[in-house]
Nanobody
Framework: QVQLVESGGGLVQPGESLRLSCAASGFTLDHYAVGWFRQAPGKEREGLSCFTRSNGTTYYEDSVKGRFTLDRHNTDNTVTLQMNSLKPEDSATYYC??????????????????WGQGTQVTVSS
């Protein structure tokens, strides 16, 4: 069964950290572009960090640059998102995605073949 499953969300205070994990099954994540997206209530889903195999670099959206780090773990077919210095505005449902042929970059598009079910992150004092 092909699927992505996120874990690691929760409730934290401003300034704290969380590490999200996304486990792939039924396919080899190393052969795909991978990305982390988030969607807050009433807002569109936005791309935060994506690794596209076309240029071998990792993109970070400006609001998370320097705070979030995407890592690919090929040995266990997972991708993680380390989130530091969390802010209330980071509260959202976080999704991982994988796409075999991603050319448009870190934006929501049909190029992303698989999506996880999402994990909730709440940053509040």
């Amino acid at each position: 069964q092909v699927q992505l499953v996120e874990s690691g969300g929760g409730l934290v205070q401003p300034g704290e950290s969380l590490r999200l994990s996304c486990a792939a099954s039924g396919f080899t994540l190393d052969h795909y572009a991978v990305g982390w997206f988030r969607q807050a209530p009433g807002k569109e889903r936005e791309g935060l960090s994506c690794f596209t195999r076309s240029n071998g670099t990792t993109y970070y959206e400006d609001s998370v640059k320097g705070r979030f780090t995407l890592d690919r773990h090929n040995t266990d077919n997972t991708v993680t998102l380390q989130m530091n210095s969390l802010k209330p505005e980071d509260s959202a449902t976080y999704y991982c995605a994988a796409g075999e042929w991603v050319f448009r970059g870190c934006v929501v598009s049909p190029e992303w073949d698989y999506w996880g079910q999402g994990t909730q992150v709440t940053v509040s004092s």
